[in-house]
Structure formats: C-alpha cells, structure tokens
Nanobody, 125 residues
C-alpha cells in the first residue's frame, strides 16, 4: 500500500532552520506532484508548497515565500521541505501529500490522493 513517511520535525528557536523529509513507497513517485500542508491547533489544514513531477516547477503560499524551499529526488522517492528563518507562527504538524496533478496555485485538501502521518514542528520565540 502507499506510504508517505515524514521525518525531520522538532523544536527550534525562532530564526532557526529545519529540513523535513518525506519518503514515499507503494506508488510511482515520479507520476505524482508532491506537496506539503500544515495544521496548527484549532486551525484548518493549509497548503504550504508544491512541486511538479520532475521538480522543474514549484509553488508556495505567500507566508513562506523566500523562507521555505521544496525539492524532490525521484531516484530516492523523497520530497523535502527546507525551512529557514522560522517563526513561531510556523508551528504546526506538517503533512506530506501526493497529488495526481500539478497546479501552479494553492492546493485544496480534496485534491490530494495520499497523505503522510505528519511531523510536529514547534518554533519557540
């Protein structure tokens, strides 16, 4: 079955960096656009970033532009999210997601076929 397994979350001070990884199995990775979402306590799950099948195209929510970078390695079936200049408002559970199509805009949760289990990111002030 399809599995998306995130890692790399943790506690970091404001201004610090973290790199999230998501290892995929059970699917033809190169045929899926990949995305990251996040969900803070009491809030809806929100889109963060997406990357196209080959990695040539990326899209970010405005609040993370210039600070976060999404990338993928199709040989390793892995997608990454490099997060720099972290802010307390970035605190959330971060989810890896696989979608059958790439859009150059924010994704909606109902456009996602597969989800990871999530990894906690906590940014202290």
């Amino acid at each position: 079955q399809v599995q998306l397994v995130e890692s790399g979350g943790g506690l970091v001070q404001a201004g610090g960096s973290l790199r999230l990884s998501c290892a995929a199995s059970g699917l033809t990775f190169r045929k899926y656009a990949m995305a990251w979402f996040r969900q803070a306590p009491g809030k809806e799950r929100e889109f963060v970033a997406a990357i196209s099948f080959s990695g040539a195209n990326t899209y970010y929510v405005d609040s993370v532009k210039g600070r976060f970078t999404i990338s993928r390695d199709n040989a390793k079936n892995t997608v990454y999210l490099q997060m720099n200049c972290l802010k307390p408002e970035d605190t959330a559970v971060y989810y890896c997601a696989a979608a059958p199509a790439y859009y150059n805009r924010n994704y909606y949760p109902n456009e996602i076929h597969y989800w990871g289990q999530g990894t906690q990111v906590t940014v202290s002030s």
